[in-house]
């Protein structure tokens, strides 16, 4: 497996390129801008676009996905269906664009196969109510809910406080040290955000950080 990460417009969103090199194909992970970007850098790969992998429907996140569904038209787009809101609701429509042609719904426990790399769901609400994390071998990509010694914000349409610390409480009681790909920032790693995330470390109930 190779993990290739770029920021992309408009606020310097993490996209993710998850290769099975062998098989020659990738997951494109949260394209939530710079299109051309992201099909110049899967190009340079060398590997097939198997899918789109969302890992939440804000437009920062998925907004790419237009453009590149104009390239790879019959690439497949997940998304949980409940970041899919009516376009009767207009606020809610400029943080989470429809997005054009089918949209796969995974959720809690669903499984998507690229190449020999398998994908399994883990739904994380409390930044949107559709958030997910997707686990790959010893890697979470984790979109805006655990990031860097923060998590993700709470306030906007979707979005719990309560729901956000069962997530990050979820995450943090995960066995093992697994590698973090958060949706903005630097990458972490799971001991690292157990033992410094303030936040983490208030959803399971930790006392102040260990040296």
């Known amino acids: 497996m190779n993990i290739i990460s770029l920021q992309v417009e408009p606020i310097g969103t993490n996209c993710y390129l998850v290769c099975d090199e062998a098989a020659r194909v990738c997951a494109v992970v949260d394209p939530g801008g710079s299109a051309q970007r992201v099909r110049a850098a899967v190009e340079k790969t060398g590997c097939r676009p198997a899918c789109i992998l969302l890992t939440h429907g804000h437009y920062d996140h998925a907004g790419g996905v237009s453009e590149l569904r104009a390239v790879w038209p019959d690439i497949p787009v997940y998304l949980n269906r409940r970041d899919v809101y009516p376009p009767t609701d207009a606020y809610a429509q400029e943080l989470f664009p429809a997005l054009p042609g089918p949209v796969t719904d995974y959720d809690e426990g669903s499984t998507v196969s690229v190449g020999r790399l398998l994908f399994t769901v883990l739904a994380t609400p409390g930044h949107s109510e559709g958030s997910v994390t997707l686990r790959v071998e010893d890697t979470l990509l984790c979109g805006d809910t655990l990031f860097a010694g923060s998590c993700g ?37 799971l001991e690292q955000e157990r033992r410094w995330n303030p936040y983490l470390r208030q959803a399971m109930g930790l006392g102040a950080e260990t040296v």
Do not use: Q, W, Y
């Not at 997530?167 to 990458?187: I, K, N, Q």
């Open 153 to 189: 914000r709470t306030d906007l349409p979707g979005g719990s406080p309560e729901k956000m610390m069962t997530s990050l409480r979820r995450l943090g009681s995960l066995r093992g040290d697994l590698a973090v790909l958060p949706g903005h920032e630097g990458t972490t790693d």
